[in-house]
Protein backbone atom coordinates (compact mmCIF):
# COMPACT_ATOMS: atom_id res chain seq x y z
CA UNK A 1 0.00 0.00 0.00
CA UNK A 2 1.37 3.60 -1.22
CA UNK A 3 1.42 6.78 0.74
CA UNK A 4 1.19 9.95 -1.15
CA UNK A 5 3.97 12.36 0.08
CA UNK A 6 3.00 15.26 2.17
CA UNK A 7 2.22 17.97 0.19
CA UNK A 8 3.80 20.64 2.65
CA UNK A 9 6.45 18.95 3.03
CA UNK A 10 7.67 18.80 -0.61
CA UNK A 11 7.05 22.11 -1.40
CA UNK A 12 9.55 22.93 1.50
CA UNK A 13 12.51 20.58 0.24
CA UNK A 14 12.07 21.96 -3.04
CA UNK A 15 11.84 26.12 -2.17
CA UNK A 16 15.23 24.82 -0.20
CA UNK A 17 16.96 23.39 -3.12
CA UNK A 18 15.84 26.75 -5.51
CA UNK A 19 16.86 28.85 -2.76
CA UNK A 20 20.88 26.99 -2.83
CA UNK A 21 21.43 27.34 -6.27
CA UNK A 22 20.47 30.69 -6.85
CA UNK A 23 23.07 31.39 -3.63
CA UNK A 24 26.09 33.41 -4.59
CA UNK A 25 29.24 31.32 -3.30
CA UNK A 26 30.34 33.48 -0.32
CA UNK A 27 34.27 35.35 -1.35
CA UNK A 28 36.05 34.78 2.05
CA UNK A 29 37.67 31.34 1.98
CA UNK A 30 36.33 28.59 4.18
CA UNK A 31 37.76 26.91 6.98
CA UNK A 32 39.88 24.74 5.69
CA UNK A 33 41.62 27.23 3.12
CA UNK A 34 42.86 29.16 5.80
CA UNK A 35 44.54 26.09 6.91
CA UNK A 36 48.38 26.57 6.14
CA UNK A 37 49.58 24.86 3.07
CA UNK A 38 52.94 23.13 2.46
CA UNK A 39 55.39 24.95 0.76
CA UNK A 40 58.62 23.74 -0.60
CA UNK A 41 61.95 24.65 1.51
CA UNK A 42 64.01 27.91 -0.06
CA UNK A 43 67.51 27.93 1.33
CA UNK A 44 69.22 30.89 0.88
CA UNK A 45 72.79 30.72 1.19
CA UNK A 46 74.92 34.19 1.43
CA UNK A 47 77.94 34.61 -0.02
CA UNK A 48 80.97 34.31 2.63
CA UNK A 49 82.29 37.37 4.03
CA UNK A 50 85.68 38.38 1.25
CA UNK A 51 88.82 38.34 3.48
CA UNK A 52 89.44 41.81 1.73
CA UNK A 53 92.62 42.10 3.87
CA UNK A 54 94.44 39.38 1.99
CA UNK A 55 93.41 40.82 -1.47
CA UNK A 56 95.01 43.96 -0.62
CA UNK A 57 98.31 43.23 0.97
CA UNK A 58 99.13 40.61 -2.12
CA UNK A 59 98.04 43.84 -4.13
CA UNK A 60 100.59 45.52 -2.62
CA UNK A 61 103.23 42.85 -2.41
CA UNK A 62 102.85 42.32 -6.28
CA UNK A 63 103.28 46.70 -6.88
CA UNK A 64 106.57 45.87 -4.81
CA UNK A 65 107.89 42.91 -6.61
CA UNK A 66 107.05 44.33 -9.97
CA UNK A 67 108.41 48.22 -9.04
CA UNK A 68 111.44 46.32 -8.01
CA UNK A 69 111.71 44.51 -11.39
CA UNK A 70 110.46 47.71 -13.15
CA UNK A 71 113.60 49.38 -11.39
CA UNK A 72 116.02 46.56 -13.35
CA UNK A 73 114.39 47.27 -16.58
CA UNK A 74 114.52 50.95 -16.34
CA UNK A 75 118.39 51.06 -15.66
CA UNK A 76 118.52 48.92 -19.09
CA UNK A 77 116.86 51.19 -20.86
CA UNK A 78 118.93 54.09 -19.37
CA UNK A 79 121.75 51.96 -20.73
CA UNK A 80 120.65 51.21 -24.14
CA UNK A 81 120.85 47.80 -22.81
CA UNK A 82 118.32 44.59 -24.23
CA UNK A 83 115.29 44.64 -21.98
CA UNK A 84 116.36 41.27 -19.65
CA UNK A 85 120.32 42.09 -19.90
CA UNK A 86 122.50 39.90 -17.34
CA UNK A 87 125.70 40.92 -18.01
CA UNK A 88 127.91 41.55 -15.23
CA UNK A 89 127.79 44.92 -15.00
CA UNK A 90 124.11 45.15 -15.20
CA UNK A 91 121.81 44.81 -12.25
CA UNK A 92 120.38 40.95 -10.93
CA UNK A 93 117.47 39.16 -11.59
CA UNK A 94 115.88 40.83 -8.61
CA UNK A 95 117.37 43.35 -7.39
CA UNK A 96 116.66 44.11 -3.63
CA UNK A 97 120.17 45.34 -2.24
CA UNK A 98 120.57 47.36 -5.55
CA UNK A 99 117.51 49.16 -4.45
CA UNK A 100 118.55 49.30 -0.67
CA UNK A 101 121.62 51.10 -1.44
CA UNK A 102 119.75 54.00 -3.30
CA UNK A 103 115.60 53.98 -2.63
CA UNK A 104 115.37 56.83 -4.97
CA UNK A 105 115.56 54.10 -7.62
CA UNK A 106 112.55 52.35 -6.78
CA UNK A 107 110.52 55.37 -8.43
CA UNK A 108 111.87 54.14 -11.60
CA UNK A 109 109.99 51.25 -11.58
CA UNK A 110 106.66 52.78 -11.05
CA UNK A 111 106.79 53.14 -14.96
CA UNK A 112 107.01 49.50 -15.50
CA UNK A 113 104.74 48.52 -12.57
CA UNK A 114 101.56 50.88 -12.39
CA UNK A 115 101.34 49.62 -15.93
CA UNK A 116 101.16 46.30 -15.54
CA UNK A 117 98.98 46.56 -12.33
CA UNK A 118 96.19 48.41 -14.59
CA UNK A 119 96.33 45.83 -17.77
CA UNK A 120 96.26 43.25 -14.91
CA UNK A 121 93.21 44.53 -12.97
CA UNK A 122 91.60 45.84 -16.34
CA UNK A 123 91.46 42.07 -17.34
CA UNK A 124 90.39 40.89 -13.84
CA UNK A 125 87.94 42.94 -13.34
CA UNK A 126 86.13 42.97 -16.64
CA UNK A 127 85.35 39.09 -15.62
CA UNK A 128 84.68 40.47 -11.99
CA UNK A 129 81.94 43.06 -13.58
CA UNK A 130 80.28 41.15 -15.69
CA UNK A 131 79.88 38.31 -13.46
CA UNK A 132 78.45 40.42 -10.87
CA UNK A 133 76.03 41.54 -13.98
CA UNK A 134 74.76 37.85 -14.23
CA UNK A 135 74.32 37.51 -10.39
CA UNK A 136 77.22 35.01 -10.76
CA UNK A 137 79.14 34.56 -7.18
CA UNK A 138 83.14 35.38 -8.35
CA UNK A 139 86.08 36.45 -5.56
CA UNK A 140 87.90 39.80 -6.38
CA UNK A 141 91.17 39.90 -8.21
CA UNK A 142 93.74 38.07 -6.74
CA UNK A 143 97.26 39.27 -7.41
CA UNK A 144 100.90 36.70 -7.21
CA UNK A 145 104.04 38.24 -6.49
CA UNK A 146 106.96 36.45 -7.76
CA UNK A 147 110.60 37.10 -7.87
CA UNK A 148 110.86 36.31 -11.79
CA UNK A 149 111.81 38.54 -15.17
CA UNK A 150 108.33 40.71 -15.15
CA UNK A 151 107.87 40.37 -10.86
CA UNK A 152 104.68 38.58 -10.64
CA UNK A 153 102.80 35.68 -11.95
CA UNK A 154 99.65 37.76 -12.81
CA UNK A 155 96.34 37.66 -10.82
CA UNK A 156 93.09 35.61 -11.10
CA UNK A 157 89.76 35.83 -9.89
CA UNK A 158 87.57 32.12 -9.09
CA UNK A 159 83.88 31.91 -9.59
CA UNK A 160 82.08 30.11 -7.34
CA UNK A 161 78.60 30.12 -8.18
CA UNK A 162 76.57 28.58 -11.29
CA UNK A 163 76.74 30.37 -14.58
CA UNK A 164 73.13 30.35 -15.45
CA UNK A 165 73.45 29.76 -19.55
CA UNK A 166 75.91 29.87 -22.39
CA UNK A 167 75.31 33.90 -23.41
CA UNK A 168 76.80 34.26 -19.92
CA UNK A 169 79.62 31.90 -20.37
CA UNK A 170 80.71 33.56 -23.35
CA UNK A 171 80.19 37.63 -21.81
CA UNK A 172 82.06 36.87 -18.33
CA UNK A 173 84.70 34.83 -20.83
CA UNK A 174 85.36 37.24 -23.16
CA UNK A 175 85.26 40.82 -20.88
CA UNK A 176 88.70 39.97 -19.43
CA UNK A 177 90.68 39.71 -22.26
CA UNK A 178 88.95 42.41 -24.22
CA UNK A 179 89.43 44.58 -21.21
CA UNK A 180 93.13 43.60 -20.56
CA UNK A 181 94.29 44.42 -24.63
CA UNK A 182 92.95 47.59 -24.87
CA UNK A 183 94.99 49.32 -22.54
CA UNK A 184 98.18 46.66 -23.70
CA UNK A 185 97.63 48.30 -27.37
CA UNK A 186 97.89 52.19 -25.69
CA UNK A 187 101.23 50.79 -23.95
CA UNK A 188 103.01 49.15 -26.87
CA UNK A 189 102.37 52.69 -28.55
CA UNK A 190 103.24 54.92 -26.07
CA UNK A 191 106.19 52.64 -24.73
CA UNK A 192 107.69 51.96 -28.24
CA UNK A 193 107.20 56.14 -29.14
CA UNK A 194 109.52 56.43 -25.92
CA UNK A 195 112.16 53.82 -27.10
CA UNK A 196 115.94 53.95 -27.84
CA UNK A 197 117.77 52.08 -30.24
CA UNK A 198 120.28 49.81 -28.99
CA UNK A 199 123.78 50.56 -27.87
CA UNK A 200 126.32 49.65 -30.57
CA UNK A 201 128.41 46.86 -28.32
CA UNK A 202 125.14 45.41 -26.99
CA UNK A 203 124.20 42.02 -28.93
CA UNK A 204 120.48 40.72 -28.07
CA UNK A 205 121.38 37.56 -26.70
CA UNK A 206 119.15 34.56 -25.22
CA UNK A 207 116.47 35.26 -22.84
CA UNK A 208 115.15 38.23 -24.73
CA UNK A 209 111.29 38.71 -25.37
CA UNK A 210 110.17 37.51 -28.83
CA UNK A 211 107.44 39.94 -30.26
CA UNK A 212 103.77 39.57 -31.62
CA UNK A 213 102.45 41.00 -34.64
CA UNK A 214 101.40 43.66 -32.38
CA UNK A 215 104.51 45.29 -31.89
CA UNK A 216 105.82 44.80 -35.59
CA UNK A 217 102.50 46.78 -36.64
CA UNK A 218 103.28 49.90 -34.02
CA UNK A 219 106.71 49.62 -35.31
CA UNK A 220 105.45 50.93 -38.72
CA UNK A 221 102.88 52.66 -37.55
CA UNK A 222 104.94 54.95 -35.79
CA UNK A 223 107.24 54.84 -38.51
CA UNK A 224 110.63 53.83 -36.44
CA UNK A 225 112.62 52.94 -38.96
CA UNK A 226 113.87 49.54 -37.29
CA UNK A 227 112.35 46.18 -35.58
CA UNK A 228 111.18 46.42 -32.24
CA UNK A 229 114.43 43.31 -31.54
CA UNK A 230 116.81 46.55 -32.11
CA UNK A 231 115.68 48.81 -29.39
CA UNK A 232 115.61 48.77 -26.07
CA UNK A 233 112.64 48.76 -24.48
CA UNK A 234 110.93 51.68 -22.51
CA UNK A 235 109.53 50.82 -19.36
CA UNK A 236 105.95 50.82 -20.35
CA UNK A 237 106.73 49.27 -24.09
CA UNK A 238 107.40 46.22 -21.94
CA UNK A 239 104.28 46.27 -19.48
CA UNK A 240 102.41 45.93 -23.06
CA UNK A 241 104.73 43.00 -23.91
CA UNK A 242 103.88 41.18 -20.95
CA UNK A 243 99.52 42.47 -21.17
CA UNK A 244 99.95 40.98 -25.11
CA UNK A 245 101.37 37.87 -23.62
CA UNK A 246 99.01 37.55 -20.62
CA UNK A 247 96.13 37.64 -23.63
CA UNK A 248 97.49 35.26 -25.43
CA UNK A 249 97.83 33.28 -22.97
CA UNK A 250 94.37 33.29 -21.85
CA UNK A 251 93.18 33.07 -25.37
CA UNK A 252 94.18 29.57 -26.26
CA UNK A 253 91.33 27.76 -26.92
CA UNK A 254 91.09 24.99 -24.54
CA UNK A 255 90.67 23.71 -21.18
CA UNK A 256 89.02 25.99 -18.86
CA UNK A 257 91.52 29.33 -20.31
CA UNK A 258 89.21 32.34 -21.41
CA UNK A 259 89.60 31.19 -24.63
CA UNK A 260 88.30 27.78 -23.53
CA UNK A 261 85.06 29.38 -22.04
CA UNK A 262 84.59 30.93 -25.23
CA UNK A 263 84.91 28.08 -27.64
CA UNK A 264 82.27 25.99 -24.93
CA UNK A 265 79.97 28.67 -25.22
CA UNK A 266 80.09 28.71 -28.96
CA UNK A 267 81.23 25.01 -30.00
CA UNK A 268 80.24 22.62 -26.75
CA UNK A 269 80.28 19.46 -28.31
CA UNK A 270 83.55 20.18 -29.95
CA UNK A 271 85.04 21.76 -26.77
CA UNK A 272 87.12 18.64 -25.16
CA UNK A 273 87.82 17.74 -29.40
CA UNK A 274 90.12 21.63 -29.70
CA UNK A 275 91.54 21.48 -26.51
CA UNK A 276 93.07 18.05 -26.99
CA UNK A 277 94.47 19.73 -30.33
CA UNK A 278 95.66 22.43 -29.16
CA UNK A 279 97.66 20.13 -26.44
CA UNK A 280 99.11 18.51 -29.47
CA UNK A 281 100.31 21.79 -31.43
CA UNK A 282 102.09 22.94 -28.18
CA UNK A 283 104.12 19.78 -28.19
CA UNK A 284 106.55 20.55 -31.06
CA UNK A 285 106.20 24.56 -29.95
CA UNK A 286 107.85 23.28 -26.75
CA UNK A 287 110.38 21.62 -28.85
CA UNK A 288 111.49 24.59 -31.23
CA UNK A 289 110.06 27.83 -29.76
CA UNK A 290 109.85 28.17 -25.96
CA UNK A 291 110.08 25.01 -23.44
CA UNK A 292 107.34 27.24 -21.07
CA UNK A 293 104.81 25.36 -23.52
CA UNK A 294 104.61 21.98 -21.67
CA UNK A 295 103.82 23.70 -18.83
CA UNK A 296 100.43 25.02 -20.24
CA UNK A 297 99.93 21.99 -22.39
CA UNK A 298 99.70 20.14 -18.92
CA UNK A 299 97.39 22.80 -17.59
CA UNK A 300 94.96 22.65 -21.12
CA UNK A 301 95.24 18.74 -20.65
CA UNK A 302 94.27 18.18 -17.13
CA UNK A 303 91.15 21.02 -17.14
CA UNK A 304 90.17 19.51 -21.06
CA UNK A 305 86.75 18.43 -19.54
CA UNK A 306 84.64 21.49 -18.61
CA UNK A 307 82.31 22.31 -16.08
CA UNK A 308 78.45 21.69 -17.39
CA UNK A 309 76.44 24.68 -18.64
CA UNK A 310 73.02 24.43 -19.49
CA UNK A 311 72.86 24.08 -23.81
CA UNK A 312 70.13 25.77 -24.45
CA UNK A 313 69.61 28.50 -24.99
CA UNK A 314 72.51 29.48 -27.54
CA UNK A 315 74.32 32.43 -28.18
CA UNK A 316 73.25 35.41 -30.45
CA UNK A 317 74.84 36.05 -33.52
CA UNK A 318 76.62 38.69 -32.58
CA UNK A 319 78.60 37.12 -30.18
CA UNK A 320 79.63 35.10 -32.64
CA UNK A 321 81.04 37.16 -34.66
CA UNK A 322 82.71 38.64 -31.29
CA UNK A 323 84.11 34.96 -30.94
CA UNK A 324 85.76 35.85 -34.54
CA UNK A 325 87.21 39.21 -33.24
CA UNK A 326 89.03 37.13 -30.18
CA UNK A 327 90.95 35.35 -32.97
CA UNK A 328 92.26 38.41 -34.56
CA UNK A 329 92.98 39.37 -31.11
CA UNK A 330 94.81 35.76 -30.56
CA UNK A 331 96.60 36.79 -34.00
CA UNK A 332 97.42 40.07 -32.80
CA UNK A 333 99.22 39.04 -29.03
CA UNK A 334 100.45 35.62 -29.87
CA UNK A 335 104.30 34.72 -30.29
CA UNK A 336 105.38 31.06 -30.89
CA UNK A 337 108.80 31.92 -28.90
CA UNK A 338 107.88 34.80 -25.81
CA UNK A 339 110.90 34.06 -24.75
CA UNK A 340 114.03 33.63 -27.48
CA UNK A 341 116.43 31.03 -27.04
CA UNK A 342 114.54 28.98 -24.75
CA UNK A 343 113.08 26.35 -26.95
CA UNK A 344 113.65 22.67 -25.55
CA UNK A 345 116.41 21.72 -28.12
CA UNK A 346 118.45 24.58 -26.26
CA UNK A 347 117.61 23.83 -23.01
CA UNK A 348 117.39 20.11 -22.52
CA UNK A 349 121.24 20.15 -22.08
CA UNK A 350 120.88 22.48 -18.88
CA UNK A 351 117.51 20.23 -17.70
CA UNK A 352 118.88 17.07 -18.09
CA UNK A 353 122.68 18.74 -16.43
CA UNK A 354 119.73 19.71 -13.69
CA UNK A 355 118.56 17.08 -13.34
CA UNK A 356 121.30 14.85 -12.98
CA UNK A 357 123.28 17.29 -10.09
CA UNK A 358 120.26 17.07 -8.57
CA UNK A 359 119.47 13.20 -8.57
CA UNK A 360 123.36 12.46 -7.67
CA UNK A 361 123.23 14.88 -4.44
CA UNK A 362 119.75 13.14 -3.62
CA UNK A 363 121.21 9.59 -3.82
CA UNK A 364 124.16 10.44 -1.57
CA UNK A 365 121.69 11.64 0.89
CA UNK A 366 119.84 8.38 0.82
CA UNK A 367 123.07 6.40 0.97
CA UNK A 368 123.93 8.65 4.21
CA UNK A 369 120.90 8.83 5.91
CA UNK A 370 120.78 4.42 5.45
CA UNK A 371 124.26 4.42 6.60
CA UNK A 372 123.13 6.87 9.50
CA UNK A 373 120.12 4.30 10.81
CA UNK A 374 122.39 1.34 10.30
Known sequence: MRTAPHPGRSGLHLNQARHRMSEPASPFPTALEWEPQPQPAVWVIPPPR???????????????????????????????????????????????????QAPARLTHGLLFSLTLMFILFAHEMGHYLYARHYRVYAT????????????????????????????????????????????????????????????????????????????????????????????????IAVAGWVGMFATAL??????????????????????????????????????????????????????????????????SAMRKVLAVFTIAILALAFTPAPITGASGREKWPEIRDFLRSEGIQAAQFLRDHVRHRK
Open 50 to 100: QPWWLYVLFFVLTLFSTTVVGARIYANFAAHQPVFSFNDDSVPLFPVEWMW
Open 140 to 235: PPFFIPFPSLIGTLGAFIRIKGPIPNRSALFDIGIAGPIAGFIPSCAAVLVGLSLSRPLAFNSVPLGNQPGFPLAFYLAARLLHLGVPPTSLSLHP
Open 250 to 315: NLLPGGQLDGGHILFSVFPKLHRWISLAVVIALVPLTKYYWVGWMIWAVVLWLTSHHPPIPRRPGI
